[in-house]
Nanobody, 121 residues
């Protein structure tokens, strides 16, 4: 079994910063891409940032220059540093990992349970 556990969400004022962390654990052979997605009320889930196992990062245009994604391959963790937060960043943020399960030896996508980020104006 594989688990992704997020932490670090909360309430922050516009212009503030938050750091989200996600740890993957369980029956993991290897992890390919890791990333962060978000879903605001009444909207579809959208990608925020993704990072390859080699450290290549890609960002949504709406967060480019404000958010930084990083990962620690040894610890199977991925972080999202969010700066200059705006009210429109308010959403539930989900951690995502594309990985190979060591038991099934099959590649699959796993999700965390989500963490709420609220930015007040």
């Amino acid at each position: 079994q594989v688990q992704l556990v997020e932490s670090g969400g909360g309430l922050v004022q516009e212009g503030g910063s938050l750091r989200l962390s996600c740890a993957a654990s369980g029956s993991i052979l290897s992890i390919n891409t890791m990333g962060w997605y978000r879903q605001a009320p009444g909207k579809e889930r959208e990608v925020v940032a993704v990072i390859s196992s080699g450290g290549i990062a890609n960002y949504a245009a709406s967060v480019q220059g404000r958010f930084i994604i990083s990962r620690d391959n040894a610890r199977n963790t991925v972080d999202l540093q969010m700066n200059s937060l705006k009210p429109e960043d308010t959403a539930v943020y989900y951690c995502n990992a594309d990985l190979v399960n060591i038991i099934s030896v099959r590649r699959n996508t796993y999700w965390g349970q989500g963490t709420q980020v609220t930015v007040s104006s």
